[in-house]
């Protein structure tokens, strides 16, 4: 899990480097955008009607639009609510680390398996 974890995090760290951005900011729009834009494109094509991708990208533009002068610190309130919630697995035992990967790696990479078999 530990192995896991930083794989997950460097990745994350080299990627904000690569487009100016910070940690948090790159971790909000991987997870929160890229993550279930992919799910919402792939729910799509199994529908056959574009409705969860027009809904998420308008979502994602008003966000944008209504955080545009302060994008920055609203990706880093979310991220520290998102870390609160990780934390809250503390009480059936897992740590920081293991509901990072439980949740953020194991839970998308079996959503995309089940979707992928659906299609």
């Known amino acids: 899990m530990k192995r896991i974890f930083f794989l997950v995090a460097q990745a994350l760290l080299r990627l904000a480097r690569a487009t100016n951005l910070t940690y948090n900011e790159i971790n909000i729009i991987v997870y929160y955008l890229l993550i279930p834009l992919s799910w919402a494109i792939l729910c799509d094509c199994i529908i056959r009607l574009p409705i969860t991708t027009i809904l998420l990208l308008l979502a994602w533009g008003f966000i944008l639009w209504k955080k545009r002068t302060h994008f920055k610190e609203w ?28 949740i953020c790696v194991i839970v998308p990479i079996l959503v995309f398996a089940i979707l992928i078999w659906l299609l």
Do not use: A, H, M, T
């Open 75 to 102: 990706c880093d309130d979310v991220f520290v609510r998102s870390q609160d919630f990780l934390l809250l697995f503390r009480k059936i035992g897992w740590n920081y680390e293991v509901s990072s990967v439980i």
